[in-house]
């Protein structure tokens, strides 16, 4: 059984950096790729961005400028930084396994839904 | 970038009765790279069904999915309590943003 267990500060003031971690338990890391998503209080799901086990990332355009996705492999662990953070950046904060898997018998990554998700870190940004 | 838009905004329906949601995308979504995910207060999301119709590992069967294209439909036959929630829908294709749709909040009449 996979599970994910995050943490990180749960407090910032404006224009500090966001830093959370989370830990995989269980299953493949490195035939994935992991992402960060977010939820401000009361709205929708945002997409942040994904790694896989060799580094290879992509973020959401609208956040690439101040993301940074790291991963350690030795801990089955990734990371996500936040740079410079508003009022704007408040929210649940969760990570997950996808949004792709490698398939063994081509060699590729294909597509994979958000399956396990990490129970989420509230980051409120206030000064 | 593709936008997803769910509709109804809320639905409200008793026990017993059938839900049926609507997700729309603004483009074609690849593949059927089409999930939906229920969210209840204070807990993370859950996978009910990728593929546009798969269901995911333990998903009773009163849950399906159905569509392609950009039109997608998440049906539950019978309302059970623990099924009041927030619905959303996901794209997981070839956009590299994996959008979601705003939700629908599925609340008891």
């Known amino acids: 059984q996979v599970q994910l267990q995050q943490w990180g500060a749960g407090l910032l003031k404006p224009s500090e950096t966001l830093s959370l971690t989370c830990a995989v338990y269980?299953?493949?890391?490195?035939?994935?790729?992991w992402s960060w998503i977010r939820q401000p209080p009361g709205k929708g799901l945002e997409w942040i961005g994904e790694?896989?086990?060799?580094?290879?990332?992509n973020y959401n355009p609208s956040l690439k400028s101040r993301v940074t996705i790291s991963v350690d492999t030795s801990k089955n662990q990734f990371s996500l930084k936040l740079s410079s953070v508003t009022a704007a950046d408040t929210a649940v904060y969760y990570c997950?396994?996808?949004?792709?898997?490698?398939?063994?018998?081509?060699?590729?990554?294909?597509?994979?839904?958000?399956?396990?998700w990490g129970q989420g870190t509230l980051v409120t940004v206030s000064s | 970038e593709i936008v997803l838009t769910q509709s109804p905004g809320t639905l409200s329906l008793s026990p017993g009765e059938r839900a049926t949601l609507s997700c729309r995308a603004s483009q074609s979504v690849s593949s059927s790279y089409l999930a939906w995910y229920q969210q209840k207060p204070g807990q993370a999301p859950r996978l009910l069904i990728y593929?546009?119709?798969s269901r995911a590992t333990g998903i009773p069967d009163r849950f399906s999915g159905s569509g392609s294209g950009t039109d997608f439909t998440l049906t539950i036959s019978r309302l059970e309590p623990e099924d009041f929630a927030v619905y959303y829908c996901?794209?997981?294709?070839?956009?590299?943003?994996?959008?979601f749709g705003q939700g629908t909040k599925v609340e008891i009449k």
């Open positions: 996901q794209q997981y294709g070839s956009s590299p943003e994996g959008t």
């Open positions: 997950a396994r996808g949004r792709k898997y490698y398939d063994i018998l081509t060699g590729y990554y294909n597509r994979a839904p958000f399956d396990y």
């Open positions: 269980g299953g493949s890391f490195s035939g994935y790729y």
């Open positions: 790694i896989n086990h060799s580094g290879s990332t």
């Open positions: 593929g546009a119709s």
